[in-house]
């Protein structure tokens, strides 16, 4: 069990409920009315919990289980248990993700109400059932929707509106943005500060103060101590579904599409647009006015200076297509073997 | 126009305040009394608005804007429609800089006041119209300039001192530290807490206590959630006019002269003295105890471990000079593609 | 002398004393009563003021040495000046290191007391001598040790555990975690959130909750803005005396051993684990899954895709054996110059 300094267990669940939670269908209806209290890895789990397999790997513990329910694929039926009832579809990872949603329902802390000591300015309109803990600043004109919580200490700087459903952690800072709905904020994230936009000059440089918002679509997540500058006059924007880890760094008016994930410390430079469902590794840099197709996947450390074809998988600094730059890495190592060799 | 949920526009401006703010001629003194309510795009600025062109890939918006002014640089006075008002300058996209401060000043949202929900320790001392927001915690013996404005949530801790006309924003902790005047530090940024200093030893390392300062200059600008060190004993300093974007690490004693720009997560080592007008890309890494030359660049996610003579471009992990680099990365494509012939 | 607007000095300490702190043996022992008030380098200490010599670069600082005293290996004690009394030990550097810690306390500015703009949820549970500063939010059923310190505006999350004698700087999050003694968190810290886990699907990704925790050591120091997710089920955990700094990434899973330093910009991807006295370099990435021996290096910007074995040094993207990087490199180098003399 999670342990319950920190999570509170929602449930029991009834077989029944569970698959109707996982998307999956029962194997076996004659125990659809049994209880099930909480979600636990194969090794772990009891006859009261569910567990799931969603890898080969785990087939022997699998079959020994004695989960009292397992999410499964259907081409691992064959292999299960006889204690052990089926939930079975085609995305057990899916089923999984959404159990841990339901038996650990990400309000179990909060009250849905205005602590006494956030301050919130009077012209602020926030909707039903929010939360808004100790500590937090809402400035003038802020609007939030229903069911959102803001964590303490978080700044929700003028204007900004936040949609329903959100979850704005701890020490964040909103400003000159817009944020949909259904949205995952992480602690110490920064949205809609000045992008880093001068005029170069002797002796000194000139500010280009920026004009543009940040637009943050529906069902979004960003990771801690993420940064996503505001535009210099069109708008920073991230698309619906698009999942970004922590420290990485937005810049002015990049535009990023639905369903993407980007991976922890990567920086996408000014003015880059990313299509739909492109996967960023860890650590990568883009730089300023490119174009990644939809699809697109960048290996972990690459540095990409010019666009990306949809679909296509390109590593290195700067980056090429994949299976060149492995060639090239291969090609080196072979001649260091062979002068070895003389 | 910028959405006014978050910018106020200020002005109007006659075309000559305009020529004045953007150091610019004005084109046909017969229309220096016309009145400019904003400032726009080419494509989207009407007779009341002030543009700008500043690149000749933009001449064809140029020839047919609405602008009832533009700022332009004096090749390219021949091509203006005969509607717009010119405003000339070798330097347009400065003077369009210029103009967007005077259009939208910082100051837009402050009042010059203490709020009541700020927490000032008695022995700080403020400036005239100092704007100081709800939640932040200003410690003993601060002092903080004329026309300074301090977002929600930060902290100023112990000490530290901060010159005029600076904008603190949101969540910021200050420390250890002495900021100069007309200097801008962004949401989340951390200066002045411990350098990374440890005596290594077996079972312990020892903490090595760190007795600097940080030291930022006049018209600095620190990107959000970028790190500044204090020093082991010497001050970390940064130099007048240099603009460090964010997620920057910038590691004890390091010194970086006047007016460098320095991209977004790059990371300078303890001890490395860093020249003026120094550009740094993004994600650079430099090692420590470094010298970097006045007016070198270094290539994004470059790695730099030795010194770099001035002026120069180095690239690449380690960085060589450029030239060489590419040349390099020229060499082993070609031997890719030769034994690809075969 | 450091700042005193920042650093207060304790003292004035007996040569007696600073040999026991420091771990030194005296030279002459007819000077053990004399008192010293400050620790400063070899060129700028008086005979009030204790220095140290850990380099022989210094060599002739140290011959020309006002000190009173000076912390000194005894293969350099031929070379002291008359005028300064010896502390004599295999290690100056870890002694230099004890007496910063001596002379420079770091509650030197704390009170011991909860600040009354803290706030602090009834069933939180404080030891003795417990510094709560301004603005800090304290959840439900939080314990805290002996001495330990909270900075303004940081936010300690439902049921967290924090240690005896813990730093804890300005704006920290800590959620889900559970803290060693001894330990320092700087400012803007986050750890515990949500680690980075998704089940993958169209037209939107499934979010895994996840239900582990953070689990810090004793003695072990967290760098400015640094980010440590927590487990997805299995904890996150960073063992005792290991040294993290600024704008380190540390992903679900992660398990650290004891010792290690870890430099800023580094990212540890999920479920990697980390022997004991490892040594990461700067900006180094680790993909995840990976086990990276006892004793083992990473050269600053390398990116590990390999288990590394245990007290190897390796280097490059992907990582390799230093040497055989090193080689490739010289080889590229050696390829281009030839080139060049066609």
Same mark, same amino acid.
């Given at each position: 069990?999670?342990?319950?300094?920190?999570?509170?267990?929602?449930?029991?669940?009834?077989?029944?409920?569970?698959?109707?939670?996982?998307?999956? %269908?029962? #194997?076996?209806? =004659?125990? %659809? /009315?049994?209880?099930?209290?909480?979600?636990?890895?194969?090794?772990?789990?009891?006859?009261?919990?569910?567990?799931?397999?969603?890898?080969?790997?785990?087939?022997?513990?699998?079959?020994?289980?004695?989960?009292?329910?397992? +999410?499964?694929?259907? %081409?691992?039926?064959?292999?299960?248990?006889? =204690?052990?009832?089926?939930?079975?579809?085609?995305?057990?990872?899916?089923?999984?993700?959404?159990?841990?949603?339901?038996?650990?329902?990400?309000?179990?802390?909060?009250?849905?109400?205005?602590?006494?000591?956030?301050?919130?300015?009077?012209?602020?309109?926030?909707?039903?059932?929010?939360? @808004?803990?100790?500590?937090?600043?809402?400035?003038?004109?802020?609007?939030?929707?229903?069911?959102?919580?803001?964590?303490?200490?978080?700044?929700?700087?003028?204007?900004?509106?936040?949609?329903?459903?959100?979850? @704005?952690?701890?020490? +964040?800072?909103?400003? *000159?943005?817009?944020?949909?709905?259904?949205?995952?904020?992480?602690?110490?994230?920064? @949205?809609?500060?000045?992008?880093?936009?001068?005029?170069?000059?002797?002796?000194?440089? /000139?500010?280009?103060?920026?004009?543009?918002?940040?637009?943050? #679509?529906?069902? +979004? %997540?960003?990771?801690?101590?993420?940064?996503?500058?505001?535009?210099?006059?069109?708008?920073?924007?991230?698309?619906?579904?698009?999942?970004?880890?922590?420290?990485?760094?937005?810049?002015?008016?990049?535009?990023?599409?639905?369903?993407?994930?980007? +991976?922890?410390?990567?920086?996408?430079?000014?003015?880059?647009?990313?299509?739909?469902?492109?996967?960023?590794? #860890?650590?990568?840099?883009?730089? #300023?006015?490119?174009?990644?197709?939809?699809?697109?996947?960048?290996?972990?450390?690459?540095?990409?200076?010019?666009?990306?074809?949809?679909?296509? /998988?390109?590593?290195?600094?700067?980056?090429?297509?994949?299976?060149? *730059?492995?060639?090239?890495?291969?090609?080196?190592?072979?001649?260091?073997?062979?002068?070895?060799?003389?």
């Amino acid at each position: 069990m999670a342990d319950p300094r920190f999570f509170k267990v929602a449930g029991p669940f009834s077989l029944e409920q569970l698959a109707e939670i996982s998307g999956s %269908e029962i #194997g076996d209806k =004659s125990r %659809e /009315t049994r209880m099930f209290s909480d979600i636990l890895p194969l090794d772990s789990a009891s006859q009261n919990d569910v567990s799931f397999i969603d890898n080969r790997r785990y087939i022997e513990a699998f079959r020994n289980t004695n989960a009292g329910a397992v +999410v499964v694929a259907p %081409e691992l039926v064959d292999q299960a248990p006889e =204690s052990a009832a089926l939930l079975i579809t085609d995305n057990p990872y899916t089923g999984y993700a959404k159990l841990t949603q339901a038996f650990y329902p990400q309000n179990a802390f909060t009250d849905g109400k205005i602590n006494a000591h956030a301050i919130v300015d009077p012209s602020a309109k926030t909707g039903k059932n929010v939360s @808004i803990d100790a500590g937090v600043v809402i400035e003038a004109e802020v609007e939030i929707g229903d069911n959102t919580q803001i964590g303490a200490n978080t700044v929700i700087g003028v204007g900004v509106i936040i949609g329903n459903n959100c979850l @704005i952690a701890a020490n +964040v800072t909103l400003i *000159h943005c817009i944020i949909g709905s259904d949205t995952i904020i992480h602690t110490g994230v920064r @949205i809609g500060q000045d992008g880093f936009g001068f005029a170069p000059g002797m002796p000194r440089h /000139t500010k280009v103060l920026q004009l543009g918002r940040v637009l943050i #679509g529906n069902e +979004v %997540e960003i990771g801690a101590n993420t940064t996503i500058d505001r535009g210099a006059g069109p708008d920073t924007i991230v698309g619906d579904g698009t999942k970004i880890d922590n420290l990485v760094q937005i810049g002015h008016n990049v535009q990023i599409g639905e369903g993407c994930f980007i +991976v922890a410390q990567t920086g996408l430079s000014g003015s880059t647009v990313v299509g739909n469902f492109v996967a960023l590794g #860890g650590q990568v840099g883009i730089a #300023g006015h490119l174009t990644i197709g939809d699809g697109a996947k960048v290996a972990a450390k690459s540095g990409v200076s010019i666009d990306v074809a949809p679909g296509v /998988t390109v590593a290195g600094i700067p980056a090429q297509n994949a299976r060149d *730059h492995w060639k090239g890495l291969a090609m080196l190592r072979r001649l260091v073997k062979e002068k070895r060799g003389k």
